[in-house]
């Protein structure tokens, strides 16, 4: 007995790390300083940082959702094998990049081990801990914001370690900084090399695989299709080929949903549907800003390190918070936690957007859109497995797929399309004489558009290139309050939501078997992946 407990907690902690990893290559990767040496060195516009930001994102769709569906077949060892491996190679591959196209393949490889790894650490903690499930995934989950914060720090130690060595460091010193993501990865390698997982709980509960696939049905798989066709022209535009147009996107999405529907016979179910959309406007506010954030704050405040702390400092309001959701969520309700949340990450980023750059003022902002962010994407995850608990893992991972791809394929670029567009407008405003001399015509994802080009702002006399740096300072923090209409419509949603189980009683944690439907096991926000 004791050897199974001391088996069980050393499966957790490697399922813990493994989470740990994929929120530390977030940080490291987004950090303020890694993507300003990219930009210099890879010559990238904000447009192209934007796809370095959604390529990291929207393949972990991929991976998790094609997990979900083989993975009792191929089982859990493999599967995390496949992590491991993706995440070594993305690694070496991003330290020893030479251009733009490899830095994106290696970020494409991390994305997918992290789906993997997403894939299989929440039903092996689900399994493991059956006795109180949602009291161990609150846990699991408090590995995300903590991997942002741990690799946030120790990033910014090595920057000023690497300063204050002066260049005796061999290489770029944002290299170093990415090789600390193999501390994580080669943790969590070894903890769980070897191990023995358990079976899968849909297996053990008797579930078939095709009611499974009913519950989720052809319209999520269009959707779902939609979003990876979406990455499909992303890569394109990567890779200098013309991008598909979204009329190609939606008709091209119809053929594997049809092929879904002729096998399950199901549209599936509405409510999950609904949830699916609200996601693509949860995860650009939460996951986008997330990506976004070190770099604007850092832009603003004229101090990358500083913007680094935002991050750094959300994340951990997050980490604490989680612990904390079951109570509150027990009071108000998941619907109603999810709309207090998305009230507050409204007010939290239009004052983020429009403050005035004081430092002070940034962070008590910043504190409220941490709030509002915190239990976003937990939440959704509780409504859908106490709503869908015959969806089984495939729901659960559907829900946190389609959020990670919609702010890869589409949020993530449009952020960075808005900062290059608004930029190079306020330029055209303040400097219509300079401006044209300025722009360089950018290949984007949606449509083709001006971008100021840096190399050319170089060339201006130094009173200009000021002025042009204020400018960009303004337009990249006030795209923080257009974010902000996002949380807002979320708001509107969840109110709807309320009121529809409102006039049916109610809202009610539906279960399969063993326990009432208002038993706390079964009740209260679980936490997400790669939360963000």
């Not at 070594?88 to 994106?104: D, E, G, H, M």
């Not at 929440?122 to 914001?145: F, Q, S, Y």
């Not at 080009?453 to 006399?461: E, G, R, S, T, Y």
């Not at 009173?463 to 974010?483: D, F, P």
């Given at each position: 007995?004791?050897?199974?407990?001391?088996?069980?907690?050393?499966?957790?902690?490697?399922?813990?790390?493994?989470?740990?990893?994929?929120?530390?290559?977030?940080?490291?990767?987004?950090?303020?300083?890694?993507?300003?040496?990219?930009?210099?060195?890879?010559?990238?516009?904000?447009?192209?940082?934007?796809?370095?930001?959604?390529?990291?994102?929207?393949?972990?769709?991929?991976?998790?959702?094609?997990?979900?569906?083989?993975?009792?077949?191929?089982?859990?060892?493999?599967?995390?094998?496949?992590?491991?491996?993706?995440?070594?190679?993305?690694?070496?591959?991003?330290?020893?990049?030479?251009?733009?196209?490899?830095?994106?393949?290696?970020?494409?490889?991390?994305?997918?081990?992290?789906?993997?790894?997403?894939?299989?650490?929440?039903?092996?903690?689900?399994?493991?801990?059956?006795?109180?499930?949602?009291?161990?995934?609150?846990?699991?989950?408090?590995?995300?914001?903590?991997?942002?914060?741990?690799?946030?720090?120790?990033?910014?130690?090595?920057?000023?370690?690497?300063?204050?060595?002066?260049?005796?460091?061999?290489?770029?010193?944002?290299?170093?900084?990415?090789?600390?993501?193999?501390?994580?990865?080669l943790s969590y390698g070894f903890l769980l090399f070897g191990m023995k997982f358990?079976?899968?709980?849909?297996?053990?509960?008797?579930?078939?695989?095709?009611?499974?696939?009913?519950?989720?049905?052809?319209?999520?798989?269009?959707?779902?299709?939609?979003?990876?066709?979406?990455?499909?022209?992303?890569?394109?535009?990567?890779?200098?080929?013309?991008?598909?147009?979204?009329?190609?996107?939606?008709?091209?999405?119809?053929?594997?949903?049809?092929?879904?529907?002729?096998?399950?016979?199901?549209?599936?179910?509405?409510?999950?549907?609904?949830?699916?959309?609200?996601?693509?406007?949860?995860?650009?506010?939460?996951?986008?800003?997330?990506?976004?954030?070190?770099?604007?704050?850092?832009?603003?405040?004229?101090?990358?390190?500083?913007?680094?702390?935002?991050?750094?400092?959300?994340?951990?309001?997050?980490?604490?918070?989680?612990?904390?959701?079951?109570?509150?969520?027990?009071?108000?309700?998941?619907?109603?936690?999810?709309?207090?949340?998305?009230?507050?990450?409204?007010?939290?980023?239009?004052?983020?957007?429009?403050?005035?750059?004081?430092?002070?003022?940034?962070?008590?902002?910043?504190?409220?859109?941490?709030?509002?962010?915190?239990f976003f994407w937990p939440t959704t995850l509780g409504v859908v497995s106490e709503?869908?608990?015959?969806?089984?893992?495939?729901?659960?991972?559907?829900?946190?797929?389609?959020?990670?791809?919609?702010?890869?394929?589409?949020?993530?670029?449009?952020?960075?399309?808005?900062?290059d567009r608004d930029f190079t407008a306020a330029v055209a405003q303040a400097l219509?004489?300079?401006?044209?001399?300025?722009?360089?015509?950018?290949?984007?994802?949606?449509?083709?558009?001006?971008?100021?080009?840096?190399?050319?702002?170089?060339?201006?006399?130094?009173?200009?290139?000021?002025?042009?740096?204020?400018?960009?300072?303004?337009?990249?923090?006030?795209?923080?309050?257009?974010?902000?209409?996002?949380?807002?419509?979320?708001?509107?949603?969840?109110?709807?939501?309320?009121?529809?189980?409102?006039?049916?009683?109610?809202?009610?944690?539906?279960?399969?078997?063993?326990?009432?439907?208002?038993?706390?096991?079964?009740?209260?926000?679980?936490?997400?992946?790669?939360?963000?």
């Open positions: 007995m004791a050897d199974n407990n001391q088996s069980a907690r050393r499966l957790f902690l490697g399922c813990f790390t493994g989470l740990v990893a994929t929120a530390f290559g977030f940080a490291v990767r987004n950090s303020a300083e890694v993507m300003d040496s990219w930009a210099t060195g890879f010559q990238l516009s904000e447009e192209q940082k934007g796809m370095i930001i959604g390529v990291g994102t929207y393949p972990f769709a991929i991976s998790i959702i094609v997990l979900s569906l083989v993975i009792d077949r191929i089982g859990y060892g493999r599967a995390m094998g496949f992590a491991f491996a993706g995440h070594l190679i993305s690694a070496l591959l991003t330290i020893f990049a030479p251009n733009f196209i490899v830095l994106y393949f290696a970020t494409f490889i991390y994305a997918l081990a992290n789906g993997a790894v997403e894939a299989v650490i929440n039903p092996v903690v689900a399994t493991i801990h059956k006795e109180n499930k949602t009291h161990w995934l609150n846990i699991l989950h408090a590995g995300w914001p903590g991997g942002l914060v741990l690799g946030g720090l120790l990033s910014i130690l090595l920057m000023k370690a690497g300063g204050t060595v002066g260049g005796k460091l061999p290489g770029e010193l944002w290299q170093w900084q990415m090789a600390l993501v193999l501390l994580p990865i358990p079976q899968q709980e849909r297996v053990e509960a008797g579930v078939s695989y095709k009611e499974m696939l009913s519950e989720f049905g052809w319209g999520s798989a269009y959707i779902v299709s939609f979003l990876i066709v979406m990455g499909i022209s992303q890569m394109l535009v990567a890779f200098g080929l013309s991008k598909l147009s979204l009329t190609a996107a939606l008709l091209i999405s119809i053929a594997p949903a049809a092929v879904f529907a002729f096998y399950v016979n199901s549209f599936g179910r509405p409510m999950f549907i609904f949830l699916m959309l609200i996601m693509f406007l949860l995860a650009t506010t939460e996951l986008g800003t997330d990506g976004w954030i070190q770099d604007i704050m850092g832009t603003v405040l004229k101090n990358k390190t500083t913007g680094a702390w935002f991050l750094i400092y959300t994340s951990s309001i997050m980490f604490i918070l989680r612990f904390f959701a079951g109570p509150i969520v027990h009071r108000i309700s998941p619907l109603g936690l999810l709309a207090a949340s998305a009230a507050i990450a409204t007010v939290g980023l239009l004052w983020l957007g429009t403050a005035k750059p004081v430092l002070g003022m940034l962070f008590a902002a910043a504190t409220l859109y941490g709030f509002g962010k915190t709503q869908y608990p015959k969806g089984g893992a495939l729901l659960l991972n559907a829900i946190s797929g389609v959020g990670m791809i919609a702010v890869g394929t589409i949020g993530g670029p449009a952020i960075g399309t808005m900062q219509p004489e300079v401006q044209p001399q300025l722009v360089k015509q950018e290949k984007g994802l949606f449509f083709d558009y001006d971008a100021i080009d840096q190399k050319l702002v170089a060339k201006q006399p130094e009173a200009v290139q000021a002025q042009i740096t204020e400018i960009q300072g303004k337009t990249k923090q006030g795209a923080l309050a257009k974010i902000a209409v996002l949380p807002a419509i979320m708001l509107v949603c969840y109110l709807v939501l309320i009121a529809y189980f409102k006039s049916r009683g109610g809202y009610q944690a539906q279960v399969l078997t063993g326990h009432a439907a208002n038993d706390e096991k079964f009740t209260g926000g679980v936490p997400g992946a790669l939360e963000a």
